[in-house]
């Protein structure tokens, strides 16, 4: 019985110095930009936008600040032409180079422009 124990201990213990030897392999991951960049839209209204990315490339993510006061943090998705953020649920951010719109859903749920011919005016201070 004492043979036992002693095998049991010594397996826990090679498996907990194994599982420590390969999280002292894992890279933390950090984020990397964030700085503001107003857009000017075409109703007169401005949105601040700050574009994110992971170390590891994994994920791009936007935080959009609109008139309201409303942040919303979109990660990255699919798009045909241009870069498109989007939470699948409130608000999509669209870019093409300097110029930017946004899409929110309606009472019906069925998404409408809503800040339309926005272009960038420069870095916020």
Excluded at 34 to 49: L, P
Excluded at 102 to 110: F, I, K, L, S, Y
Aim: one cysteine or more.
């Amino acid at each position: 019985m004492q043979n036992k124990r002693s095998a049991l201990l010594c397996c826990a213990i090679i498996l907990a110095g194994a599982s420590g030897c390969a999280a002292a392999h894992v890279q933390s991951l950090t984020v990397t930009g964030g700085e503001a960049i107003t857009y000017q839209c075409g109703n007169g209204e401005q949105i601040v936008a700050r574009y994110y990315s992971l170390s590891d490339k994994s994920l791009d993510f936007v935080k959009v600040h609109i008139p309201d006061g409303t942040e919303y943090t979109l990660p990255q998705v699919l798009s045909g032409s241009g870069v498109r953020y989007s939470d699948d649920r409130e608000l999509v951010w669209w870019t093409k180079g300097a110029a930017a719109f946004a899409e929110m859903r309606d009472q019906n749920g069925e998404w409408q422009t809503k800040y339309d011919n926005c272009t960038e005016t420069g870095k916020k201070q």
